[in-house]
């Protein structure tokens, strides 16, 4: 499975931005998107996370209410719209994919077997 992250960009704060994962290749073999970020000289965090199948999401206690994560699955994409976004939320973020997993294990990156390449997203205050 390969992955297109796309959307990141330059926002004030309180802005919005909505980020864009296309999946190609063996796209039949992912049943989980998550969306993470790293921040400089940060740890890599989670952010969201969507089942392919269900529709079932998961975020971030720091994201939940301002972050939205949807899929299409015709088109074989994951979308995060991101809103009231806080300087704090600058960071690269990436979108990765697993084929199959229990819920508790979502929140791990280590879980995802491919990922996309990453966008900037850059909120000024």
């Known amino acids: 499975v390969q992955l297109q992250a796309s959307g990141g960009g330059l926002v004030q704060a309180g802005g919005s931005l909505r980020l864009s994962c296309a999946a190609s290749g063996r796209t039949f073999s992912w049943n989980t998107m998550g969306w993470f970020r790293q921040a400089p000289a940060k740890e890599r965090q989670f952010v969201a996370a969507?089942?392919?199948?269900?529709?079932?999401?998961y975020y971030a206690d720091s994201v939940k209410g301002r972050f939205t994560v949807s899929r299409d699955n015709a088109r074989n994409t994951v979308s995060l719209q991101m809103n009231s976004l806080k300087p704090e939320d600058t960071a690269v973020y990436y979108c990765?994919?697993?084929?199959?997993?229990?819920?508790?294990?979502?929140?791990?990156?280590?879980?995802?077997?491919?990922w996309g390449q990453g966008t900037q997203v850059t909120v000024s205050s």
């Open positions: 990765a994919a697993a084929a199959s997993m229990i819920s508790s294990s979502v929140y791990w990156g280590d879980n995802y077997h491919y």
């Open positions: 969507i089942r392919r199948s269900s529709g079932t999401t």
